[in-house]
C-alpha cells in the first residue's frame, strides 16, 4: 500500500519561505513522476509543480515560477519543494500526488495523495 506524507506547512509572513516534504512508500518510488498540487478555501485544486520520475523535467505553475522550486531526492523516497518570496495568494491545503503511470515526465494521473499540509501566508 502506497503512503504519501507531507510535512513543511506552517504560518509564515509574507515573502518569508517554507520547505515542504513528501515521504513516500510502498512503491518503487523513483519510477514516478511526483507532484505538487494546492487547494485554496472555495477553490478548485490546482497543479503547483512537478518533477519526472528522474528529476531531470520539472514543471511549475505560471503563479509559481521564479519562486518555487521542486527537487526529489530517490535515495530517500522523498519530494520536496522550496517556497521562496511567499505571498498571501498562496496561502492553501498543499498535497503531494504520485503518478500513475511509470516514467513519466509530470504527473498527468495521480495515482496516490497524500493527506496534504496547511500553508497559510499572512499579510
Known amino acids: 500500500q502506497v503512503q504519501l506524507v507531507e510535512s513543511g506547512g506552517g504560518l509564515v509572513q509574507a515573502g518569508g519561505s517554507l520547505r515542504l516534504s513528501c515521504a513516500a512508500s510502498g512503491r518503487t518510488f523513483n519510477r514516478y513522476a511526483m507532484g505538487w498540487f494546492r487547494q485554496a478555501p472555495g477553490k478548485e485544486r490546482e497543479i503547483v509543480a512537478s518533477?519526472?520520475?528522474?528529476?531531470?523535467?520539472?514543471y511549475y505553475a505560471d503563479s509559481v515560477k521564479g519562486r518555487f522550486t521542486i527537487s526529489r531526492e530517490n535515495a530517500k523516497n522523498t519530494v520536496y519543494l522550496q517556497m521562496n518570496s511567499l505571498k498571501p495568494e498562496d496561502t492553501a491545503v498543499y498535497y503531494c500526488a504520485l503518478d500513475g503511470t511509470e516514467w513519466g515526465t509530470v504527473v498527468d494521473d495521480a495515482a496516490y495523495w497524500g493527506q496534504g499540509t496547511q500553508v497559510t501566508v499572512s499579510s
Open positions: 518533477i519526472s520520475w528522474s528529476g531531470g523535467t520539472t
